[in-house]
């Protein structure tokens, strides 16, 4: 698989449920981003992973929001208490880290949430 | 902190028309500058960058960039368009402040290319 990978595709929730999604990254790719993009709008930076470490979080990332990377290898991102206003495309991308490693930003296709 | 502007939301053409698509920044260090293009049903993709170098730079299906670092601006251009051009399209600009290198990105144009 050449591509960063996330699953699931679409997920309907009702308010006050929790949800999780998953992201595989590129294998080689040591850093994870997660963004958020809702419509009408360019995607918004919420969370940063280098291997396993959590190294930057948006304020957007409030605390019903946790992710996780385990191993450095996939990620989760997980919602807890799920509002109407979380309703959004979750985005993840994957890059190396080097002294250009924005040259390896990929993108997956993200996972939808609709929150009823 | 950064922010982009994209000021045209929905632009239309007919094929073979010209292109330009605004973008604009506000940061006033060294920034990576990039256009990203969204077809509909697919996860972004990455359409060009601006690291160093020649301000004008090309990149995939015939599009172009050129940096103006006065104006502080990034516009993309096309000669001439094609259907298979529509899509959604975003400036995005990162800082290279910082270890996270995270996108800020505009709220994106979208592009309809009329046959």
């Known amino acids: 698989d050449t591509g960063v990978s996330q699953n699931p595709r679409h997920k309907i929730t009702k308010r006050g449920q929790n949800v999780t999604f998953r992201c595989d990254p590129i294998s080689e790719h040591n850093r994870l981003y997660w963004y958020r993009q809702t419509l009408g709008q360019g995607p918004e930076f919420l969370t940063y992973?280098?291997?396993?470490?959590?190294?930057?979080k948006s304020r957007l990332l409030s605390d019903r929001f946790s992710a996780e990377r385990p191993k450095g290898s996939f990620s989760t991102l997980e919602i807890q208490r799920t509002e109407q206003g979380d309703s959004a495309m979750y985005l993840c991308?994957?890059?190396?880290?080097?002294?250009?490693?924005?040259?390896?930003?990929?993108f997956g296709s993200g996972t939808r949430l609709t929150v009823v | 902190a950064q922010s982009v502007s994209q000021h045209n939301h929905h632009v239309i053409l007919s094929e073979a028309a010209s292109l330009e698509l605004g973008c604009n920044y506000s940061y006033g260090g060294t920034v990576n500058l990039f256009w990203y293009v969204q077809y509909p049903g697919q996860h972004l993709q990455l359409l060009l960058k601006?690291?160093?170098?020649?301000?004008l730079v090309k990149g995939i299906k015939g599009f172009e960039a050129e940096f103006i670092k006065s104006k502080f601006s990034f516009n993309l251009r096309k000669p001439s368009v094609q259907w298979s051009d529509t899509a959604e399209y975003f400036c995005?600009?990162?800082?290279?402040?910082?270890?996270?290198?995270?996108?800020?990105f505009g709220s994106g144009t979208q592009l309809t290319v009329l046959p």
């Open positions: 991308a994957s890059s190396s880290m080097g002294l250009r490693d924005t040259y390896g930003y990929t």
């Open positions: 601006y690291f160093s170098g020649d301000p």
């Open positions: 992973f280098q291997n396993e470490a959590q190294l930057e």
């Open positions: 995005a600009v990162t800082s290279l402040s910082g270890s996270a290198r995270q996108l800020t």
